[in-house]
């Protein structure tokens, strides 16, 4: 019912910054939070963002906490997460997000119905 097509993965130095983008269509009104996930070869899918559909507030895990920031345009109906001081260790295959989920920051991936087809980001040293 949700579709989400992100774009802006691609190549670049540690230290660089990459601005990634979340276009989403259908059924968007039902949901409550938008998420940011990367999965590396032969580990977990993880969170790195979440925002609050209906408000600003965000939610961030350590290991991103400062340098990644994610934002939304209900005009345009995109969520995009800009990736700043990018190191090595943040090369995966980032996913955008939807959920319905009505409780504080999903953080677990199973709390999302909706996924994007993902798009690569690698950071070179």
């Known amino acids: 019912q949700v579709q989400l097509v992100e774009s802006g993965g691609g190549s670049v130095q540690a230290g660089g910054s990459l601005r990634l983008s979340c276009a989403a269509s259908g059924y968007t009104y039902s949901n409550n ?20 559909t209906r408000g600003t507030s965000t939610y961030y895990p350590d290991s991103v906490k400062g340098r990644f920031t994610i934002s939304q345009d209900n005009t345009k109906n995109t969520v995009s997460l800009q990736m700043n001081s990018l190191k090595p260790e943040d090369t995966a295959m980032y ?26 980001v690698t950071v070179l040293s």
């Open 33 to 52: 939070y938008m998420g940011w996930f990367r999965q590396a070869p032969g580990k977990e899918r993880e969170v790195v963002a979440v925002i609050y």
């Open 95 to 120: 996913y955008c997000a939807a959920s319905q989920y009505k409780g504080g920051y999903p953080t677990n991936p199973r709390l999302y119905n909706d996924w994007g087809q993902g798009t690569q």
